[in-house]
């Protein structure tokens, strides 16, 4: 049983943490991701940095927290009405919320800004969690026996998505468009299971114009990460 001291260290804690977060997710918004830093994040606090690095180790490993919150809600907040889900059955219902998804990051300035940076700063966090978790996914959903080599290549490939989108944004590609992007990526994608490059075309097409009539309010997401992590 607790005593009323650890009671209250306990949500003196918690209270610390949430100031962490809150912190950290403003100064991100505000300015981007990679130009914030620990120092910054206990100066706009009113903390010492050893508050910090005693309940995170690093910026990292906020950081990964964060998303982490981030990215869950987002998936829940757009399979709302349980047809466009990343959990979904169908798969190209699964397509059209991922190209949703990328698609409201590349079109809301502040998140696709806070993601790029992000991605370049951590990109374990990325092909540790996200590439082999799409690499998996769409193995299964194509039915594919392939050997561990061929899944570690494509899981890598997807799981550099993001890398590609950092790169179409650093140089400000003004001739290709969100749409036109995705539609590309996803074009190299399943080529690489089906040679029929035409029905390629037309259904990675179709479910990217399906998917920019679905975005996400991405942003009002993020600055609800506080709450969501200390729900």
Known sequence: MYSKYDMASTKKGLETQKKIVSTA???????????????EICDAGGMAKSLFYYYY?????????????????AYKYASND????A???????RSIFYDAFWLSIMKDE???????????EMPEFWFSGNGITFGASQYAAEQQRLTRKGF???SSYIGALPLMLKRLIDIE???????????????????????????IRNTVTRQVETASENLIDLSS???RIPELMFE
Do not use: C, H, W
Request: charged share 30%; glycine share 2%; no cysteine.
């Open 110 to 120: 502040r998140i696709k800004r806070i993601f790029s940076e992000a991605v370049y």
């Open 25 to 39: 997710t403003k100064l991100f918004y505000e300015k981007g991701f990679a130009a914030v830093t620990v120092k």
């Open 87 to 93: 959990l979904s059955e169908d798969e190209e219902n």
């Open 152 to 154: 570690d290549m494509i």
């Open 173 to 199: 590609d003004t001739k290709v468009s969100p749409e036109e992007f995705l539609i590309y990526t996803q074009y190299l994608e399943r080529s690489f299971f089906n040679t029929d490059t035409r029905m």
């Open 57 to 73: 180790v690093d910026k990292k490993d906020l950081s990964t927290q964060m998303l982490r919150a981030f990215l869950a809600e």
């Open 221 to 223: 997401i993020f600055l």
């Open 82 to 85: 349980g047809k466009y889900s």
